[in-house]
């Protein structure tokens, strides 16, 4: 409890995380393809505009711009040497504009997942998943970061790599995943399943939650279900709505007061930081900021109130129920 | 039979090795796919039944259940890997034998983006289903997609896109090929994450496939309108 995410939390009741990387980014003139870190050191004054947004916005914390600072996903743009470097410039940046606001601001230092897939099924060890989580770690944290923030994960394999590569660097860690098929990951994890994975770990995250996924209403069901049972506090990062075609370039159909109504319900359903993902602009935290100051925490609410207010689920279940998985009736399993 | 145990497959019946197949495929054993499809062989039959009868008819429950939530992306994995054993080998066979091919398809993910783990689902996927798929890997400007169109023989484009940033470059192919004169040559299937049905209209595709199992369902009922097209 002595790090000062836990400390925050525990002062302020709740947190208000930030919004959007990408989609502010691509309206500061980053164009489609390049790699948005490159920015950390040919563009810092656009990265630090894209913090300075978040703090001038409300946020009591912001993630860097980092999300793909891995040795696997740069080196698609054939930098893979380059993850501690352009890890370190983020937090560098984010330290800089934390310290000069008046208010405590953190700097939680984003790790976005390989891109590769682990496990049976996959082709990345966990040996080198480890390594590269390392990497991009020590970067963060030389760069000044307070916490680290492991977000949009799929597999359980990929969330105990980081783990592991972040407690060889000794930080603390907030880990979220990505909830986007059917109210589970695209690797099939439930939010019960959640809560038992970082229940049993040996270096476990200081909160967990959901982040992007579909849109707030699946979110918000997620995060219900990781309350039920949680033992740490709960991060709910929705998407500002649904992306949506619109003269040429997508825009998020999530206004700022749809944005502040699903603040006030991820608080109601235990989340003590709230934040927005892809969509979220200045304005929409602003919405949340002042819907959460000005609000006591609600009642949790069912699903059908989420779904009166936010918009219905993208399925009917999200696989926490008590109606049994579904299987196919076979021959005869041989494993 | 649901008490584990050994199962023989040298020992089944044709119609039991081929339900057999189908659970193997399900449950991603390659070696016993393998297996099984050299069984067949060796009892006369011809590598087109083998594909469409047990492998690609494995693979359409494997699907169903994909699209339905019962089976997630690792288990998909294992299945079309294990379709893989069986294809290397039926493949060459399928060659020398001229059995008819379901479709060809062209997929690639849109310039900009290097996300390939949906758009390879859709290939073991469509590869499965038994069609024909050339991929182009991730970060295709449109010249790509045009050079292979127009060298090659497809029935279907397919594009893939992670990024809200990308997925607009879909239009900017889809636009060129209507400039071209070639798009009612193809039908266009798009596909990812933050896509959607309105999205896909917008744009001008045929169709949005929300996944991979979707995508191969697309496929065969434009590949059958195609067919039933030309007969009239």
């Known amino acids: 409890m002595n790090d000062k995410l836990s400390q925050m939390i525990a002062e302020k009741g709740f947190v208000l995380a930030d919004g959007a990387t990408g989609t502010n980014l691509f309206n500061l003139g980053l164009q489609a393809g390049d790699p948005p870190e490159f920015w950390n050191v040919d563009e810092p004054d656009k990265i630090r505009a894209l913090y300075q947004g978040s703090v001038d916005a409300g946020s009591d914390l912001f993630l860097t711009n980092s999300f793909g600072s891995n040795s696997s996903r740069l080196r698609l743009h054939k930098s893979e040497s380059r993850a501690y470097e352009l890890s370190k410039a983020a937090a560098t940046l984010g330290r800089e504009i934390a310290d000069k606001s008046k208010r405590q601001i953190l700097v939680a230092g984003s790790i976005g997942p390989t891109g590769e897939i682990m496990g049976d099924a996959g082709w990345l060890s966990h040996r080198d998943a480890v390594d590269m989580f390392q990497e991009t770690a020590q970067g963060l944290i030389d760069g000044g970061a307070d916490v680290l923030w492991v977000e949009t994960i799929s597999s359980p394999e990929e969330y105990n790599a980081a783990a592991e590569g972040i407690s060889k660097v000794g930080a603390p860690w907030v880990g979220t995943m990505s909830f986007d098929t059917a109210g589970r990951t695209m690797m099939g994890t439930t939010s019960k399943d959640m809560v038992n994975l970082v229940k049993d770990m040996a270096y476990g995250p200081l909160a967990f939650g959901a982040n992007c996924g579909v849109g707030a209403s699946d979110l918000l069901r997620t995060v219900l279900g990781l309350s039920e049972n949680a033992d740490r506090p709960i991060v709910a990062k929705g998407n500002a709505g649904i992306p949506k075609y619109v003269d040429g370039h997508i825009h998020y159909d999530g206004t700022p007061e749809v944005m502040a109504t699903y603040a006030l319900l991820a608080r109601a359903c235990g989340a003590s930081i709230i934040g927005g993902c892809c969509g979220t602009m200045p304005v929409h935290l602003k919405a949340m900021r002042k819907a959460l100051d000005g609000n006591p925490c609600g009642e949790k609410p069912t699903l059908k109130q989420i779904s009166l207010a936010l918009g219905n689920f993208s399925s009917n279940s999200d696989g926490t129920g008590d109606e049994p998985r579904p299987e196919r009736v076979r021959r005869g399993k041989r494993k | ?232």
């Open chain 2, 1 to 232: 039979m649901s008490d584990e145990q050994d199962i023989i497959l040298a020992d089944l019946s044709d119609e039991e090795l081929t339900l057999q197949m189908h659970d193997d495929l399900y449950d991603g054993m390659k070696e016993e796919i393998a297996e099984s499809v050299n069984i067949l062989l060796g009892r006369g039959w011809m590598p087109y039944d083998i594909l469409t009868k047990a492998l690609v008819e494995g693979m359409r429950i494997v699907g169903i259940d994909f699209r339905d939530g019962i089976l997630f992306v690792p288990e998909v994995l294992l299945a079309a890997n294990a379709m893989k054993g069986g294809m290397f080998i039926l493949k060459p066979l399928l060659a020398e034998t001229g059995a008819p091919r379901l479709g060809n398809m062209l997929i690639g993910t849109v310039k900009g983006d290097i996300h390939d783990i949906g758009k390879n689902l859709v290939t073991m996927m469509m590869e499965g289903a038994g069609f024909e798929v050339k991929d182009l890997g991730i970060n295709n400007p449109v010249e790509n997609y045009l050079q292979e169109l127009e060298n090659g023989e497809y029935d279907i484009l397919g594009m893939s896109a992670l990024l809200t940033t990308t997925m607009p470059y879909m239009k900017v192919v889809i636009d060129t090929m209507i400039e071209k004169g070639m798009r009612d040559d193809y039908v266009v299937m798009v596909g990812g994450a933050p896509l959607n049905e309105e999205f896909s209209k917008a744009i001008g595709a045929d169709a949005y496939c929300r996944d991979a199992a979707v995508a191969v369902e697309t496929a065969k009922e434009f590949m059958a309108k195609k067919h039933n097209q030309m007969v009239i």
